[in-house]
Structures are given as C-alpha cells and as structure tokens.
C-alpha cells in the first residue's frame, strides 16, 4: 500500500510537469488553432538560459530562474511577430512545418552553444523526504506539485480577473469581435506565446534536476504534455491540468503494477493514449460544447 | 462639417466588386440609414468605415482620414460597430461582454453598467447569464449595450432586424432614437426593413449594386411612390 501511495505522489509531480506544458500547448492552441510542437524545445532552451545563468554567471538560483521567466516570454512574444505572425493565414500545414522547423533550430542551437553533454541542474528544493505513515515522500515531488499548481492558479487569475486576460480570451474566443470593440489582437496573439513560454519554463526548470539537462530532454516530456492535452481536451486549459496529473498518476501506476510496461514502455502507453482518446472522444474528456441559441 | 464622410469608397472579397464608389455623410447627431437589396453593399459600407475590409478611396471621420487603419484604430476613435450577427461573445458572461465593450475606456465601469442598464433593465439582472443562451433581440440588445459601454461618437449598427419578431424590431429602434434624443449620439443603420429605418432615420441612401441609387430625407423617399416600388419593396 505505502508502494501505491508513493507513486501516486510520484505520478502527481511528473504529471504536474505534463500539465505545465500541456496548459502551455493548449493556450496556444485555444488562441490560434496552432498546435506549437516546439513548445517542448523552447521549454529546454530556455532552461538552459537559468543554467547558463547560474553556472557560467554565477547568479542566485532564484534570480536566474526569475530572469528566465522574464527571457522565455521574450522569447514566446518575439517568435510570435516574427515567425508565427507572417504564416497566420497560412494552411494548417505549413504552420506546423515551421513549428518542427523551430524544434530543430532549438535544438541545434543548444547543441551548439552549450553541447550535447549531458549536465547537472539545480534542484530547487530540497533532496529530502518525509516519512508519512510509512510512505516516503520526496520533497522535490510535493514542491514541484505545488509550483505547478500556484502557477496555474496565478494564470486563471489573470485570465479571469484582469482586463488584459479578458482581451485574451476574447481574442481566443472571436478576433473579429475583439478588434471591434477595439482590442489589439495581433498583440494578445503575442502575449499568449509568451505566456505559453513561461509555463514550459517552468516545466523545464522542474524536469532538469531530475532527468538532467541536455538538448533532448524535454522531447518525452512534449509527448506526455500531448497526451495530457488531447486527454483533457486540446482547447480545455481546465482539462491539460487535469489530463496531466491523470497521465502523471496513471502512468506511474501502469510502470510500476503491469510488468511488462515497466519503465521503458511508459511513452507507448502515452501514445496510445492519444490514439484512443482521438478515436473513442475527439473532444477529450473536458472538452466542452458551448450550448448557443441562434 | 459631418462626422462621416464617405467620398468615392470602393471595396471589393476578392475578385469581387462590392462598393463601386460610395459617397455619403453623417452630420453630428443625426440616424442616418442605409438600405438596398441583398447584395447592395450595405453590409460591406458599414465594414469599409470599421476597416473590416480592405478599402480604397476617402473615409473621414471627425477630421482623421481612416485611409489604413485597422478595426482596433477605428474602434479607438470613437467608432462603435455592431455587425451583422451582432459579434457577442457567446461562451462569455453578459458582464464580460459589458466589460470587454469598455475596453478602450480606463477605469471602473461600474457607471457605464448602470447607464447602459437604463435602457436595457433586464441587463443588471443577468449579468452573470452566458451570451449565448439569450434569445436573439436580448443578443442584439447586449449588443448595442456594449457598444455604448465605451462612449462611441457613432454607432454603426449592422440589420437589426434580422432574425427578430417585428415587435422586437420595433423595440430596438425606440431604443436606438431614445439613445440618439438623450444622448445625441450619432447612428449610422444599414437595414433590410426599409419601413422601420426609414421611420427613426432622418436621412437615407439608397444603395444599388455598389452605388448609391437614391438619396435624401427620410420623408421625402418614403413619400416617393417610384423609390419605394423600385428601391425598397413596398
């Protein structure tokens, strides 16, 4: 029993990981129809920037991760105006060549910069557990949870409570309405890739101390974040969460209880996931259809 | 000198004409009405001014020529445009829709809720209400209550009518000549329902095939046998 409780904190906190990317993928996809495959990249490049940081700038921990955050939604709102933005009429898929085409980049780049070397990154909590009726539960687990969980929290606020968020989610829901009423949509466009960035940041930030960083790191995590979002609804920020705690959980549980998945058959377990649910319900579990009278 | 004045506007989807030099003006405080058939170019004239579609010739609204400017710029002059399916937030609540009228605006809204609610009552009411689940007229009605909300200089308001039960048509144009008396606000109306618009306006054109056929007082076309029988169908 204290097995099954153990890894379902566990699952909790990859799956809060799943979820941070997952949101970020669903943000932009609520927003622009564009499914950003290089969201997972952009997660690992931008981690690499509070390595770089920390290591090379010998900056406070917090403080790189800060300016991180900072660096990522630069990023997100520049590669919005400048690559995203002239392919906004384009077909489907040619915004999703270009997006692969930024993975590669991303990746190339890292490679270049700061070579494939597979390296250490600072945790920021601490490498402890605490014992709780016989179930030892790591501190890095219950933080990264939390961190994810303040951060969507911080995120709904701002979508909910704020003039910008409302503009956002007009922007989302009806440009052309939003620009009538005198909304720059073209910019809010921007604002939610920065947001996006900021959460595969964080995700980033969260996945390094455990697997380490390299140029690869974060693409399996991309794939779960997939399966999460699809799981939950590819336009549902509500079903991302909650789709990657679930995938979090449930694959734990398949690895650790079904022997012959183990750990090394977790990502076709994700990928089929994302088969069966496109197949038994496109719309994911909290993918929700708006009841409107004409 | 008018608050809108349109000289020589072309627009065109595509390969296709829809404004073939358009010329008209809206003086300060008037109902100006636009009306004409299917496919006349109503529609589009209102979008030539909200810059919704690409346009060529001379749009001057208070002084600014509109030239390039998109729908934010315009909207941002001052320039509130209700459109043919009135362009509600459907998976937003009536306070949202409200909110997001006043965007331009700083500051609390609060007034400007209570002020809008004054001709629409049952608005306060139901500000937590989805958009999408209110009938068509009380769509229409959040409608132009959100346009309000951001103190436009001139409504450009898109078929009313359509869809609604005469009754509720007639509802919506009381409120929109009570907002025009109070107010003094400025309205251009693009209308299918000649009879109706032709009763608020004071001043209307007559759009045919992307040119204005016809134009003058409101009175004076509805009087005219031969316009009416050619023009507006009845």
């Known amino acids: 029993m204290a097995e099954f409780f153990q890894q379902v904190v566990a699952g909790l906190a990859s799956g809060a990981i799943f979820a941070a990317l997952a949101l970020a993928l669903v943000l932009i996809h609520r927003a622009t129809g564009v499914i950003n495959f290089a969201q997972g990249e952009m997660a690992m490049f931008t981690t690499y920037i509070a390595w770089t940081l920390i290591e090379n700038h010998g900056l406070n921990m917090w403080l790189a991760f800060a300016v991180t955050l900072v660096f990522a939604f630069g990023l997100g709102v520049g590669l919005q105006r400048t690559v995203i933005r002239p392919i906004e009429r384009a077909s489907i898929l040619t915004t999703v060549i270009v997006t692969i085409g930024l993975v590669l980049i991303f990746n190339g780049l890292a490679g270049l910069i700061w070579s494939a070397e597979v390296r250490a990154f600072p945790s920021p909590f601490p490498n402890d557990t605490w014992v709780i009726g016989g179930v030892a539960i790591s501190q890095q687990d219950v933080g990264t949870f939390l961190v994810v969980l303040a951060l969507v929290a911080i995120l709904w606020a701002f979508f909910q409570f704020t003039k910008i968020g409302l503009a956002l989610r007009a922007s989302a829901l009806n440009p052309d309405a939003s620009r009538l009423v005198g909304v720059r949509v073209g910019w809010m466009l921007a604002i939610g890739w920065g947001l996006a960035a900021v959460l595969g940041a964080v995700a980033g930030i969260l996945t390094a101390p455990t697997v380490f960083l390299d140029p690869n790191m974060m693409q399996a995590v991309l794939i779960y974040a997939f399966a999460a979002a699809v799981l939950g609804g590819i336009d549902s920020p509500f079903g991302a969460v909650a789709g990657g705690l679930m995938l979090g959980v449930g694959l734990n549980l398949i690895g650790t209880y079904v022997d012959f998945v183990g750990a090394s058959l977790r990502l076709p377990v994700a990928l089929l996931v994302i088969l069966v649910v496109l197949l038994v319900k496109p719309a994911g579990l909290f993918g929700k259809t708006v009841t409107r009278r004409v | ?234």
């Open chain 2, 1 to 234: 000198m008018a608050l809108l004045e349109l000289r020589g506007v072309e627009a065109r989807y595509g390969p296709v004409r829809a404004l073939d030099g358009v010329s008209l003006a809206v003086e300060q405080g008037q109902i100006v009405a636009v009306l004409g058939a299917n496919g006349a170019g109503k529609t589009t004239t209102l979008r030539s001014i909200s810059g919704t579609v690409k346009r060529s010739g001379q749009i001057v609204f208070d002084g600014k020529p509109l030239g390039r400017r998109g729908p934010e710029s315009v909207a941002r002059l001052g320039v509130a445009h209700v459109p043919e399916g009135r362009g509600t937030f459907a998976e937003m609540s009536v306070e949202e829709n409200l909110k997001l009228g006043a965007y331009v605006k700083r500051g609390a809204i609060d007034d400007d809720v209570a002020r809008v609610s004054a001709y629409f009552p049952w608005i306060a009411t139901r500000l937590d209400q989805h958009a999408g689940t209110l009938s068509g007229g009380e769509q229409q009605m959040l409608a132009l209550a959100r346009a309000l909300m951001s103190h436009p200089r001139m409504l450009l308001l898109d078929e009313p009518s359509l869809g609604l039960a005469p009754i509720v048509t007639r509802e919506i144009f009381r409120i929109v000549s009570e907002l025009n008396e109070k107010e003094g606000l400025t309205v251009l109306v693009v209308e299918q329902n000649a009879a109706i618009a032709l009763e608020v306006a004071s001043y209307a054109y007559v759009l045919e095939v992307g040119k204005v056929a016809v134009s003058g007082p409101s009175e004076e076309l509805a009087r005219n046998e031969s316009v009416r029988k050619s023009y507006l169908g009845y």
